[in-house]
């Protein structure tokens, strides 16, 4: 099912539910990126255990394209995770963030930690970043310093291919007749081939935030990418230690962006925490209950 979620004067996100059993799971994606690049192989395999939810950000996909006129930061985004999951009256749900995603999973962990049921985070690192871990690849660089260069629609789908395999990393055999269905998938759904990069240009959590993750009490999962070209190792692991208990997991091959090879393993390792918080979640809320806390 699909619906717009108003967030704002103006500002509509699309949203889309896939019906499952068992609590919901809200899809966070990553910088400049429509909630379609989810795998449907992926969505498949955590709709079997789950309510999953996913949406498009603000300035992606078929949501409202205004930043020019309505700047935002990335804890506003945050934010419009929360009016998601109150448009389809969830009151407490998992959560899966990737990259920019990862970051608003940080920040729901920090800001609205009754609304989480658990949290797993890849493709990120510390909230406010580490300029002593190692930095993107360069050839990934020269690529985004080209993302408002005018292009035509078969120049820019052929642009977005080429910046796919380079996020996809080297870890699995890139499958370039996919990666041009998606991207063309992507467009279609956006229904223009505009660019989007509004994230670049949106405020940015400071480190100052990254000690609150010593506070951190919901069950997290980091997932480290071996292959990441965007972040590499070791910087799953310096958020995995910044958060008290947080579980790391690697993913063998798995890169930046989420090939459909890795949707099995990956949702595995997301239902195998997502099934060990249920238990945590249900002790939280019997003590919240107890000490007289309202609870939904």
Do not use: K
């Not at 409202?64 to 985004?77: I, K």
């Not at 230690?241 to 890169?255: D, E, F, K, T």
């Not at 060990?276 to 002790?283: E, I, N, W, Y």
Request: glycine share 8%.
């Amino acid at each position: 099912m699909e619906r717009l979620v108003d967030v704002a004067p103006g500002v509509r996100l699309w949203a889309e539910d896939v019906a499952g059993p068992g609590e919901p799971l809200l899809l966070v994606m990553d910088a400049d990126a429509s909630g379609r690049y989810w795998p449907d192989a992926l969505v498949a395999r955590l709709a079997e255990r789950h309510h999953v939810i996913l949406y498009d950000h603000r300035d992606t996909g078929r949501s409202t394209w205004a930043f020019d006129d309505q700047p935002y930061s990335v804890g506003d985004l945050a934010v419009d995770a929360v009016m998601v999951l109150d448009a389809f009256a969830v009151s407490r749900a998992h959560v899966v963030g990737t990259g920019m995603g990862g970051e608003i999973a940080q920040l729901l962990l920090l800001d609205h930690p009754d609304r989480l049921l658990s949290a797993t985070v890849l493709g990120s690192t510390v909230l406010g970043g580490n300029t002593a871990l190692p930095g993107p690849d360069p050839a990934l660089v020269r690529m985004w310093a080209e993302v408002d260069d005018p292009r035509d629609d078969r120049a820019e789908l052929a642009w977005r291919v080429t910046h796919r395999e380079l996020l996809c990393g080297p870890g699995v055999p890139f499958d370039l007749l996919a990666a041009r269905a998606l991207e063309q998938r992507v467009i279609d759904h956006t229904g223009h081939h505009l660019p989007p990069s509004a994230h670049v240009h949106a405020e940015r959590t400071g480190p100052e935030r990254a000690a609150e993750l010593a506070t951190v009490a919901i069950p997290t999962l980091v997932v480290e990418a071996p292959d990441d070209p965007v972040l590499p190792p070791p910087h799953a692991e310096h958020l995995a230690r910044a958060i008290p208990g947080a579980r790391l997991v690697r993913v063998p091959g798995m890169g930046h962006a989420i090939t459909p090879d890795l949707a099995a393993p990956l949702a595995a390792t997301v239902l195998d925490h997502t099934t060990a918080a249920r238990g945590v979640g249900q002790r939280v809320a019997q003590r919240e209950r107890c000490s007289g806390r309202q609870v939904p």
